[in-house]
C-alpha cells in the first residue's frame, strides 16, 4: 500500500490552485505597487489614483485566496492521512490470520498512533510545505526578474547553495528518525506487556523492577527525540547564517544598482517587499526536504509490517463440502521443532471427532492445520480430494466455525450478536437457538432477542457464550464446527449438556480438542484421535 503514496496526492491539485492563485495577485500587487509609487515620483496624480485602486482590489482579492489556501491545506491533510489510515487497517485485516498471530500485534498499534502522526507531520505537511515554497519563491524570483534579469541570477545560486545544504544534513536525521521509530515500536509492546500483566506484578511486587525498565525504554525514546531535535537546531541555525547572508548580497546588489540608476527606488521598495518570499523558502524548503526523505524509513517500516512471508497463491474455489478431509503421510514442525510425523487421518462429512493427547503433544497444531493457519511440512491435506493448500481461504473459512474458550460478543442485542448483522428470518433464528439450546435463556428475559449485552458479555454466562457461538455457526449453515478447549472454564455439567447438544447437530462435522474427557459422553463421538509422540491415529470404535 505505501508503494504507491502518490495515489493519496490525488487532490493535491486542490492545494496548488488556491496557491497559484494567491501568487498571481501577489505578482499583479507587486506591480501595482510598482506603477503607484512611479507615478507619485513623478507627480502624475490621475494615474496614481488609477493604479492605487487596482492595488486596493489585489489586497481585497487576497483575503479570500489565503482563507482558501489555508482551509484546503488542512483539508488535504485530513483527507489523504484519514485515507491512508484507512488502507493500512483494511491491509492488516488482508493479512493471514497465521502471521498477524506470529507477529506481535503492538507494531501495528505503533504504525496508527505514532508513525502516522509523524507521516502527517514530518511528510503530508512538509510536502504542501514545500509547494508553497517553491510557489513563493518563483513569485519572487518572476518579480525580481522582470525588474532586473539580473537578480535572477543571484536567486538560481541560492538555490544550489540551499540543495547542497539539505542534502548534507539529510543522512543522520534519517537514521534517528528511523531508530526512533524502532525504539517507539519496543516501548508500545512493553508497554502492552505490562499493562496486560498488571495482575502479575502487583501480586509479586515487581512494580520497582517494572518501573525501571519503563524508565530506560521512555528515556531511550526521549533521548532520540534530543538528538533529532538537537541535529534539527543545527540545521536551523546554519541557514538562518545562510540566509542573512543571502540578504546581504542582494541588498548590496540592489543599492549599487540604484546608485547607478539601473533600478528606481519603487523597484528597491518592491524587491525589499518580496524578500521574505525569496528567503523564507529557503528555510522551509531545506528543513523540509530532510523530513520527507527521512519518513520514507517510516514508510518501510510499516510496509514490512504489512507484508505476508507465505505467498503461495490458492487457486480453488469451494463451493460445498461433500464427503471428507483427509490427511495424507502429514508431517509438521515449527521451525526445529518437530510436532507431527507421517500422519494418516480422515474426518467425514457429518461426523463428531474428539482430540485428545497430553498437553503440548499437537492437539491444537492438527487443529491449526485444519484451519488453514499452517501448512504441512510435508504430506497433503485434501478436502473432498483437492489440496487444502490450493482452496481460497474466503471459501474455506465460510464453511468452518471456530468455538473459542473467549468468545466476541459486541455491545448489541442478543439478536445481532448471534446473526451477526447479517439478515436472517425469524424461523431460521429460532430453529438455530433451539439447536443450540439457548431457547430458555432468551425465554428467560423479557426482552427476548433484544436482549442487550453488555462489555463484551459480562452479563451471558459462559456456557451461553458458548452455545451462542453454536448458534452463529448453525445460522452461518457452516459444515465444520472446531473447538480448541472451548469449555476449559465450565463446569462438568455445562460441559456435558453443550456436548451433547453438538452431538446432536445433523450433517455438521464437529472436532472437539479436549484434555477433559467426560466418559458418558465419549460414546456419543463416531472417532477419537489420540496425539502424542509426534503420531495422531483415530481410535477406532
Ligand atoms: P497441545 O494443543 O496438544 O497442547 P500444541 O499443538 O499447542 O499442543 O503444541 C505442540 C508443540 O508445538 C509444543 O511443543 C509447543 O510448544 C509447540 N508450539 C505450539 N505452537 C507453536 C508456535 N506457534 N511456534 C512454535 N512452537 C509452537
Ligand atoms: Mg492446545
Known amino acids: 500500500m505505501m508503494k504507491h503514496k502518490i495515489k493519496y496526492f490525488d487532490r493535491f491539485v486542490f492545494v496548488l490552485i488556491p496557491m497559484i492563485i494567491t501568487a498571481i495577485l501577489v505578482y499583479n500587487l507587486s506591480f501595482a505597487m510598482l506603477r503607484v509609487i512611479n507615478a507619485a515620483m513623478a507627480q502624475e496624480w490621475t494615474l496614481f489614483w488609477n493604479e492605487s485602486l487596482w492595488m486596493m482590489i489585489f489586497v481585497v482579492l487576497l483575503v479570500p485566496s489565503n482563507l482558501l489556501t489555508a482551509y484546503c491545506r488542512t483539508a488535504f491533510s485530513k483527507y489523504a492521512l484519514t485515507r491512508m489510515k484507512s488502507d493500512y487497517l483494511e491491509a492488516v485485516f488482508g493479512k493471514n490470520i497465521d502471521e498477524f498471530q506470529k507477529d506481535n500485534n503492538a507494531a501495528y498499534v505503533s504504525a496508527l498512533t ?294 466476541f460478543l459486541f455491545e448489541d442485542t442478543l439478536r445481532n450478536n448471534l446473526t451477526l448483522f447479517k439478515d436472517y428470518d425469524d424461523a431460521e433464528i429460532s430453529e438455530a437457538i433451539a439447536k443450540a439450546g439457548l431457547t430458555e435463556f432468551v425465554q428467560s428475559n423479557s426482552e427476548g432477542l433484544d436482549y442487550m449485552i453488555y462489555d463484551n458479555g459480562k452479563n451471558v454466562s459462559g456456557g451461553e457464550k458458548s452455545r451462542i457461538a453454536i448458534a452463529r455457526a448453525l445460522l452461518n449453515k457452516s459444515d465444520i464446527i472446531m473447538l480448541d478447549e472451548a469449555f476449559a472454564s465450565l463446569d462438568r455439567n455445562r460441559v456435558k449438556a453443550i456436548e451433547a447438544t453438538l452431538m446432536a447437530l445433523d450433517g455438521v462435522m464437529i472436532i472437539n480438542v479436549s484434555h477433559v474427557v467426560i466418559a458418558e459422553n465419549k460414546d456419543l463421538y463416531d472417532g477419537i484421535v489420540q496425539v502424542k509422540n509426534k503420531s495422531a491415529f483415530m481410535i477406532n470404535r
Open 114 to 407: 505514532n508513525d502516522f502522526s509523524i507521516i502527517e507531520t514530518d511528510y503530508i505537511e512538509q510536502i504542501v510545505g514545500i509547494a508553497e515554497g517553491i510557489i513563493n519563491f518563483s513569485t519572487a524570483i518572476i518579480i525580481y526578474s522582470m525588474i532586473n534579469p539580473l537578480i535572477l541570477l543571484v536567486g538560481i545560486g541560492m538555490m544550489v547553495v540551499n540543495g547542497l545544504l539539505s542534502n548534507l544534513i539529510e543522512r543522520p536525521v534519517k537514521k534517528h528518525n528511523r531508530e526512533r521509530s524502532e525504539l517507539f515500536a519496543g516501548y508500545n509492546s512493553f508497554i502492552k506487556e505490562v499493562l496486560s500483566a498488571f495482575g502479575i506484578i502487583k501480586n509479586n511486587g515487581l512494580e520497582t523492577r517494572v518501573r525501571t525498565n519503563f524508565n530506560t525504554k521512555s528515556e531511550s525514546v526521549q533521548q532520540k527525540k534530543y538528538i533529532i531535535d538537537k541535529l534539527m537546531s543545527f540545521v536551523f541555525v546554519a541557514q538562518n547564517a545562510l540566509g542573512m547572508s543571502v540578504f546581504l548580497v542582494l541588498m548590496l546588489f540592489v543599492v549599487k544598482m540604484t546608485l547607478s540608476g539601473a533600478i528606481t527606488f519603487a523597484a528597491v521598495v518592491v524587491i525589499v517587499n518580496n524578500i521574505d518570499k525569496l528567503i523564507g523558502p529557503i528555510f522551509t524548503v531545506a528543513e523540509a526536504i530532510p523530513k520527507v526523505r527521512s519518513v520514507k524509513a517510516i514508510f518501510t517500516r510499516i510496509e514490512k509490517s504489512l507484508q505476508d512471508k507465505n505467498t503461495h497463491v490458492e487457486t480453488l474455489n469451494l463451493s460445498s463440502f461433500e464427503h471428507e478431509i483427509t490427511f495424507k503421510n502429514v508431517s509438521f514442525a515449527y521451525e526445529e521443532n518437530q510436532v507431527l510425523k507421517n500422519v494418516d487421518l480422515t474426518f467425514e462429512k457429518g461426523k463428531k471427532y474428539l482430540i485428545i493427547g497430553p498437553s503440548g503433544g499437537g492437539k491444537s497444531t492438527v487443529l491449526r492445520l485444519l484451519r488453514k493457519y499452517f501448512e504441512p511440512s510435508e504430506g497433503t491435506i485434501e478436502i473432498d480430494g483437492s489440496l487444502l493448500s490450493d482452496i481460497k481461504k474466503q471459501d474455506y473459512f465460510a464453511r468452518i466455525a471456530n468455538i473459542e474458550q473467549m468468545i
